[in-house]
C-alpha cells in the first residue's frame, strides 16, 4: 500500500490509542483492517518475539498466531515498507525462512477478532495493529490510502486523522520506533 498524507511536524502531547468510534462505524460498513482478502496473507505484517509473548501473556488462549514462508511477495512488500532496512530485513527474514503472523479464518477474519472488535488488550496488540492506517516515513507521518477505511475517508489528512483515531502524531512516533526496535532495527529510518 501507497503511504499518503504527510502530517505537520508539530507533535501534540500524546496520550494512549483507543478504539476509536470511527472504528467500530467503520465495521459496520466495510470490512476492517482486521480482515484480508484471502490469498493475500503474505501482506500480513509479521509478530516480532516480543510481540508474541505479549500475545500469549495478556491474549486469550486461543491461538491466533501461525508460522508463515518468506515468500517473494512477503519480502517484497517489506522491503517497501522499509526501503533503508535491506541488508538488516535479508538477515532477520531470509528468502527460504517462515515468520510469525497472526493467524487468518478462512474469510480472512483474523482470529482475534470478535463482533465487537479486537479481543486482545491495546497492549497486547501486535504494533503494526496499534498504527494502522499511519506509517512513518523518514520522520514523517503518513497514512496508508486505504479505501475501505472510514479515518482515511472523512479525514482525508493525517492531521485530521490523527483525533479521529484518538492519538496523536507523537503516540504514531513512538510505537513506530517501538516496532522497529522488536525486529532490531534503529527506531528511527533516518
Given at each position: 500500500?501507497?503511504?499518503?498524507?504527510?502530517?505537520?511536524?508539530?507533535?501534540?502531547?500524546?496520550?494512549?490509542?483507543?478504539d476509536?468510534?470511527?472504528?467500530?462505524?467503520c465495521?459496520?460498513?466495510n470490512?476492517?483492517?482486521?480482515?484480508?482478502?484471502?490469498?493475500?496473507?503474505?501482506?500480513?505484517?509479521?509478530?516480532?518475539?516480543?510481540?508474541?509473548?505479549?500475545?500469549v501473556?495478556?491474549?486469550?488462549?486461543?491461538?491466533?498466531?501461525?508460522?508463515?514462508?518468506?515468500?517473494?511477495s512477503?519480502?517484497?512488500?517489506?522491503?517497501?515498507?522499509?526501503?533503508?532496512?535491506?541488508?538488516?530485513?535479508?538477515?532477520?527474514?531470509?528468502?527460504?525462512g517462515?515468520?510469525?503472523?497472526?493467524a487468518?479464518?478462512?474469510?480472512?477474519?483474523?482470529?482475534?477478532?470478535?463482533?465487537?472488535?479486537?479481543?486482545?488488550?491495546?497492549?497486547?496488540?501486535?504494533?503494526y495493529?496499534?498504527?494502522?492506517?499511519?506509517?512513518v516515513s523518514?520522520?514523517?507521518?503518513?497514512a496508508?490510502?486505504?479505501?475501505?477505511?472510514?479515518a482515511?475517508?472523512?479525514?482525508?489528512?493525517?492531521?485530521?486523522?490523527?483525533?479521529?483515531?484518538?492519538?496523536?502524531?507523537?503516540?504514531?512516533?513512538?510505537?513506530?520506533?517501538?516496532?522497529?526496535?522488536?525486529?532490531?532495527?534503529a527506531p528511527?529510518d533516518?
Open positions: 500500500m501507497p503511504v499518503t498524507r504527510r502530517s505537520d511536524p508539530k507533535a501534540a502531547a500524546p496520550r494512549p490509542l483507543a476509536a468510534q470511527v472504528c467500530a462505524r465495521a459496520l460498513v470490512p476492517t483492517c482486521c480482515r484480508l482478502t484471502p490469498g493475500e496473507e503474505d501482506l500480513c505484517f509479521p509478530v516480532s518475539e516480543i510481540e508474541r509473548q505479549r500475545i501473556e495478556f491474549g486469550p488462549s486461543k491461538g491466533g498466531l501461525t508460522g508463515s514462508p518468506n515468500s517473494k512477503f519480502l517484497d512488500n517489506l522491503l517497501r515498507l522499509f526501503p533503508r532496512d535491506k541488508a538488516h530485513l535479508a538477515t532477520v527474514f531470509p528468502h527460504h517462515e515468520h510469525l503472523r497472526l487468518t479464518l478462512p474469510d480472512g477474519s483474523c482470529t482475534f477478532l470478535g463482533p465487537t472488535g479486537c479481543v486482545l488488550t491495546r497492549e497486547a496488540r501486535p504494533y495493529c496499534r498504527l494502522f492506517p499511519f506509517w523518514a520522520g514523517a507521518v503518513a496508508f490510502d486505504v479505501k475501505t477505511c472510514l482515511c475517508h472523512e479525514g482525508r489528512t493525517v492531521m485530521k486523522m490523527l483525533p479521529l483515531l484518538e492519538t496523536t502524531r507523537a503516540v504514531v512516533l513512538e510505537l513506530h520506533g517501538r516496532m522497529r526496535m522488536a525486529w532490531g532495527m528511527s533516518e
